[in-house]
């Protein structure tokens, strides 16, 4: 599929649930969330229709994020049926890691390829402060268990307020570098403002080169992370939002007052 830039669209994240176990500060407020009706969230039989759709109009990268996708229940048996997909070259999910360590091993028999582990500091009281009360010794478990069980390659995103010199993206770099993991720096963003950079060792936030559609886990299709368009996939065929949505892409983002990062899944 391409779009009117010209850009080929074959990537599509898929937000799995608008809950999670962790407040980081830039993604979620710390109490008074207003969470989805169980009703709203998409089941897996429509996750899964919804994607052999766009497979077949020529997506073939899909990820799973969240809010935390390993709180979905089930989430295990989600993975098993978007793995059964053909034409899926490269399945993988966005996860805090903090759950991981008990999930990893029958995500990967599931059919997951690879994840992608959130990880701002290795400094445990800097972890729980940002996330509000997070373990950081659960997700550095959660990595080695990721390694061990094959969801190569291990890739860590580091959320940097400032710039890659702060004291905690380098506490993060150190330990990649000693783990032999892969890093990404993302630039603190922020929906509302529009406010936005590339992601250094990425390809999020290059709207050139921009290949995504994202689906909300209450079934809205986005074109962009910084717009409002979107289109529900409940109320119109799944042909019709995805070609909707690839036609209404814009060259490059701008806001979006609708959606926070924990239902969109960033
Ligand atoms: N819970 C999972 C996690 O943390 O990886 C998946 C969902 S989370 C919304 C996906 C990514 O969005 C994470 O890497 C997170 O750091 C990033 N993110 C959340 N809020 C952000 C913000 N305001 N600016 C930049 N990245 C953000
Ligand atoms: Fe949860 Fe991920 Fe948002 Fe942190 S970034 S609050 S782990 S969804």
Not at 29 to 51: A, N, S, W
Not at 99 to 116: D, I, S, T
Not at 176 to 193: F, G, P, T, W
Request: a positive charge; aromatic letters at 6%; one cysteine or more.
């Amino acid at each position: 599929m391409y779009d009117r830039y010209k850009r080929e669209i074959n990537y599509l994240r898929i937000s799995v649930t608008d809950r999670c176990n962790l407040r980081c500060r830039y993604c979620m407020p710390e109490e008074g969330v207003r969470l989805l009706r169980h009703e709203d969230i998409l089941t897996f039989d429509e996750i899964v229709k919804f994607t052999e759709s766009a497979v077949s109009m020529g997506i073939w990268k899909v990820r799973i994020t969240g809010g935390e996708p390993l709180v979905r229940k089930g989430i295990t048996e989600l993975v098993g049926m978007l793995a059964g997909i053909k034409g899926i070259k490269d399945l993988s999910m966005s996860t805090n890691g903090t759950l991981l360590k008990n999930f990893a091993g029958e995500l990967r028999k599931a059919g997951l390829q690879r994840v992608n582990i959130s990880l701002d500091t290795t400094d445990p009281e800097q972890f729980a402060y940002i996330t509000r009360g997070g373990n950081v010794a659960d997700v550095i478990e959660g990595i080695s268990a990721a390694k061990k069980a094959g969801l190569l390659p291990v890739k860590i995103n580091c959320v940097v307020r400032e710039s890659r010199e702060e004291e905690d993206a380098k506490l993060v770099r150190e330990f990649c570098a000693r783990n032999n993991l892969e890093i990404r720096y993302i630039h603190q963003m922020d929906l509302v403002s529009g406010h936005f950079t590339t992601v250094e060792g990425g390809s999020g936030g290059n709207c050139p080169l921009c290949n995504r559609l994202r689906l909300t886990s209450n079934g809205m299709l986005k074109p962009c992370l910084f717009s409002d368009i979107g289109f529900n996939i409940r109320e119109i065929s799944y042909r019709e939002a995805i070609e909707k949505a690839v036609e209404m892409k814009p060259a490059s983002g701008m806001v979006n007052h609708k959606d926070n990062f924990y239902n969109i899944g960033g």
